[in-house]
């Protein structure tokens, strides 16, 4: 079994444990338990929930810094105090993720479409190497192009570049008001091309999900007083205007939402795929998993450019990687075994590795991670 470190609190303490270890593994609350490394005897964890708290917030700049091991629920209600949140929709704040998890998982939730996902609003980051050594990237502009653009490199990491210690990113002001409209299409492939349609138009769209065989969830954020006005036009953009209904704006329209960040309806499921995709492999893909009966179920988000998928037996993983590998796609285990474990198309690995070695030249090359 690994050996756990205590939790570190301070930067020197994280030096000190990556100058003692042979290889490590960062990690949070373990909310995605797909991205941690197999155990084995000369893996030591490295818990950063210890390393947390605010470093510099100013509002009136929309930046914040803030320790890695920093709850992102800490950090959400510390912006809402001041009218801004965190646009990209961080996931699972409700389990406790962390901001360096957040990061160094690369995950954006559903409502990112209005703004754009985390590698967006990444400024700056401090991040400790395997000899020990602090190392920055970025700066705390909005307009930085100096040197090397490491903050988003280490979007999407998992953990395996180094151990990110502090993060500064960009805020907005939070949307004074969101509906959704629900549209029952008469086909998935109709509810995809409602989908692009809506997205080709002027409209504010934070979110856009199709649950197979048709539903179409579309989420519009703006001044209150302008959202019915905006859920006209989509419902004239639709083949059957009847088809839609609305979820106004509330409590539990923000509930539903929220849940869906939180993977609610994947709760049941053993395992948590999350598979890069184009609105053109939707149908394709959507078929093939039908075929597998009721043992995975999926939902398209963020426009059509994520599918999640939920496996019912984590034996089910065999199936799905033949079913991506023979569509060329990519799927990364979100949640699921402590394996980081990657599903269909993996020519993106030798690259990611070849760039992992680039940060990391000393002999301890399998120094983060797996």
């Known amino acids: 079994m690994p050996n756990l470190i205590v939790q570190p609190t301070t930067f020197a303490e994280i030096a000190e444990a990556c100058m ?6 960062p990690v949070g609350a373990q909310t995605k338990s797909g991205l941690l490394a197999e155990d084995a ?13 605010i470093v510099n917030y100013d509002p009136s700049e929309f930046l914040v ?14 912006l809402a105090a001041e009218g801004q949140y965190l646009p990209f929709d961080p996931v699972l704040a409700d389990h406790g993720a962390t901001l360096g998890g957040s990061i160094a998982s690369g995950v954006s939730g559903p409502c990112r479409l209005l703004y754009g996902g985390l590698r967006d609003f990444m400024l700056e980051v401090q991040m400790c190497n395997g000899e020990g050594r602090e190392v920055r990237g970025g700066g705390k502009v909005v307009k930085n192009a100096a040197g090397f653009d490491l903050p ?3 979007v999407g990491s998992y953990g395996r570049m180094g151990i990110i210690t502090e993060a500064t990113l960009k805020v907005f002001p939070q949307p004074p008001g969101t509906l959704t409209v629900r549209v029952n ?9 409602i989908g692009m349609k809506l997205l080709a138009l002027p409209l504010p769209i934070s979110a856009l999900e199709i649950e197979p065989p048709q539903t179409l969830l579309i989420r519009l954020a703006g001044p209150l007083d302008s959202l019915a006005g905006m859920a006209d036009r989509i419902t004239a953009q639709l083949p059957v205007r009847q088809a839609a209904q609305r979820m106004e704006p509330g ?5 539903f939402w929220y849940e869906r960040s939180e993977f609610a309806w994947a709760d049941d499921y053993a395992a948590l795929v999350r598979v890069a995709i184009a609105h053109h492999q939707c149908v394709d893909l959507t078929q093939r998993l039908t075929q597998l009966g009721d043992a995975c179920q999926c939902v398209l988000s963020c426009g059509a450019s994520v599918a999640w998928i939920a496996l019912r037996e984590l034996d089910d993983q065999v199936a799905l990687d033949q079913v991506l590998s023979e569509l060329t796609l990519a799927g990364v285990a979100l949640r699921g075994p402590k394996s980081l474990r990657f599903l269909g198309d993996r020519r993106w690995v030798a690259p990611a590795d070849r760039i992992r070695h680039s940060l990391d030249t000393s ?3 399998l120094k983060f991670g797996t």
């Open 20 to 25: 003692a270890s042979e290889r490590l593994l």
């Open 41 to 53: 005897a000369d893996l030591s964890i490295i818990d950063m929930r210890g390393h947390n708290g």
């Open 65 to 78: 810094s803030a320790k890695a091991g920093t709850t992102i629920a800490q950090l959400a209600q510390i």
């Open 152 to 154: 988003k490199l280490l």
């Open 185 to 193: 299409a008469s086909s998935l492939r109709a509810a995809v091309d």
């Open 251 to 255: 409590a539990d329209e923000t509930q």
């Open 363 to 365: 002999s301890k090359y």
